[in-house]
């Protein structure tokens, strides 16, 4: 696997849909696929409940289209749970993944669970254009985890909330760090 999509744990579940481990020979398509993501030829990537959509332009645009189940309420339960007990701060990092995983929880969906389309002409499945939407979808979780969950059927205000920025100005310099 490349180092340069699927650096978190969340991306890399993902990543696995396109290069996966148990394969004898690496898929031929998969230089093309990076090369895609890596040069932003994947756009209007949309990921929303169950749900991702991208339009891929290699030498025409082809939509993709690939649906995943979403969790069901005992599930989203456990998730919740597993999320309550984090620390609150908005970042899902590595031991987040890893929580969820041990409680049984699959991030990325099965191949056989999910169903994928794209409006190309390629018999081969799956296609570059799919390829290249795992890859940069692999990414946009590696920046942001919280999309594998919502994906799932987490709304976001299951999800621990985001860090919001301070402007400058508002801080008090001389107490920040404590009374001097």
């Given at each position: 696997m490349s180092d340069e999509f699927g650096t978190t744990a969340w991306g890399r579940d993902w990543l696995r849909l396109a290069e996966p481990t148990s394969i004898i020979r690496p898929d031929p398509a998969l230089p093309r696929a990076r090369s895609l993501a890596r040069?932003?030829?994947v756009h209007d990537l949309d990921a929303t409940t169950g749900l991702i959509e991208a339009t891929v332009r290699?030498?025409?645009?082809?939509?993709v289209r690939i649906t995943v189940p979403i969790w069901d309420e005992p599930l989203l339960a456990k998730a919740r749970t597993v999320?309550?007990?984090q620390p609150v701060g908005g970042d899902l990092n590595d031991s987040v993944h890893t929580a969820l995983k041990q409680a049984g929880l699959t991030l990325a969906p099965d191949p056989a669970t999910r169903t994928a389309t794209c409006d190309c002409t390629s018999r081969k499945d799956p296609c570059v254009h799919l390829l290249a939407t795992y890859v940069e979808f692999a990414r946009r979780l590696d920046e942001r985890p919280r999309l594998a969950l919502v994906l799932r059927?987490?709304?976001?205000s299951d999800t621990p909330g985001e860090i919001t920025r301070i402007p400058l100005g508002l801080v008090e310099v001389a107490t920040f760090y404590g009374t001097p």
């Open positions: 040069n932003d030829r290699d030498r025409s645009r082809h939509r999320l309550a007990d059927g987490l709304t976001t």
